[in-house]
């Protein structure tokens, strides 16, 4: 069965650490892995990624994806209470175009 | 641009009655997904359509729940008969093509509560 897993499922930390959150998955033919941040609305799309080793970033956020142990991690330093959140892991495989696969999501949460 | 657009915010149905739930996607986009979220559950595929089209609707429950996107006017998911099992998050995104570069964007959500 096709499937992302997200851990943790809740973190709480204080302003100014550095976070990291795992999400693997187990899909048939894989075409990409995308973060999502979700606050009380819309989930925010922050980083695509299909290719190994090749990190991506966005300001303190960071992304990197490593599709011989079917994993990926999301990096937040300098962590901010506006980073208070869930973070929702989605996978995109074959068979259809227009179907993602979502992890459970991991609650955020950052303490002045 | 007004994004991905959804009506309602909130919807309060009874037991038994239907549910109309309406996304309009971002202009120039003609690909719409619907996705469930329940209490403490990460988002699940129900169906993405086309214009006049659906692609796949592996995920819809096979009663009650159907979907459309007309040639004209907002994306319609439409449950009958609900029940309490139904009370979730609704959200729709849309994409102006397939697997775009920089995913879904996504409406704010539809939270349908059955009582």
């Known amino acids: 069965e096709d499937k992302v897993v997200q851990s943790p499922l809740s973190l709480v930390v204080h302003e100014g650490d550095t976070v990291t959150l795992n999400c693997s998955y187990e899909v048939t033919n894989f075409r990409s892995l995308l973060w999502y941040k979700q606050e009380k609305k819309a989930p925010t799309f922050l980083f695509m990624l299909t290719s190994s080793g090749i990190e991506k970033k966005s300001g303190r956020l960071s992304s990197i994806l490593d599709k011989k142990e079917l994993f990926s991690i999301l990096n937040i330093t300098a962590t901010q209470t506006g980073d208070s959140a869930v973070y929702l892991c989605?996978?995109?495989?074959?068979?259809?175009?227009?179907?993602?696969?979502f992890g459970k999501g991991t609650k955020l949460s950052v303490k002045p | 641009n007004a994004g991905v657009m959804q009506n309602p915010r909130h919807l309060v149905r009874r037991r038994g009655q239907e549910a109309r739930l309406r996304c309009s996607p971002m202009?120039?986009?003609?690909?719409v997904y619907w996705y469930r979220q329940l209490p403490e559950e990460g988002l699940k595929f129900m169906v993405y359509?086309?214009?006049?089209?659906?692609?796949?609707e592996s995920g819809m429950p096979k009663e009650r729940f159907s979907a459309e996107f007309p040639k004209e006017g907002p994306s319609i998911l439409r449950i009958q008969q609900v029940v309490r099992g139904d009370s979730a998050a609704y959200f729709c995104a849309s994409s102006p093509q397939p697997g775009a570069p920089y995913g879904y964007t996504f409406g704010s959500g539809t939270r349908l509560t059955v009582v």
């Open positions: 989605a996978v995109r495989y074959g068979g259809s175009q227009g179907n993602l696969i």
């Open positions: 359509l086309q214009k006049e089209n659906i692609i796949d």
């Open positions: 202009k120039g986009h003609s690909h």
